[in-house]
Nanobody
Framework: QVQLVESGGGLVQPGGSLRLSCAAS????????MAWFRQAPGKEREFVAG????????YYDDSVKGRFTISRDNAKNTVVLQMNSLKPEDTAVYYC?????????????????WGQGTQVTVSS
């Protein structure tokens, strides 16, 4: 079992930056594929960025490519999402997720473990 706790959300002006962290507890963190999702009011949860457990392959949704950076530190059991050049449409609750199951990495149903979420609001 893995427990995930996000931190770092808040209110930021358009063009600003935020850094989200996800702290994982439990065994075999390095064996899990990790990702960030977000969910805006009235919308479905959507994939943002992911990092695989083996080769560290990283990929992003097109909407955040070039602005967001995901990284993981297996020694510290953490996953970080650095968000730059934030836009009002980035406003959402951001969730950290992990899985050891095969499946589409962009599909939230593939993920076994979820954090409680952290609010990100981009507004002037």
């Amino acid at each position: 079992q893995v427990q995930l706790v996000e931190s770092g959300g808040g209110l930021v002006q358009p063009g600003g930056s935020l850094r989200l962290s996800c702290a994982a507890s439990g065994r075999a963190f390095s064996s899990y594929h990790m990702a960030w999702f977000r969910q805006a009011p009235g919308k479905e949860r959507e994939f943002v960025a992911g990092v695989s457990w083996g080769d560290g392959y990283i990929y992003y949704d097109d909407s955040v490519k070039g602005r967001f950076t995901i990284s993981r530190d297996n020694a510290k059991n953490t996953v970080v999402l650095q968000m730059n050049s934030l836009k009002p449409e980035d406003t959402a609750v951001y969730y950290c997720a992990g899985t050891g199951k095969p499946g589409s990495r962009q599909n939230p149903t593939t993920y076994e473990f979820w954090g409680q979420g952290t609010q990100v609001t981009v507004s002037s």
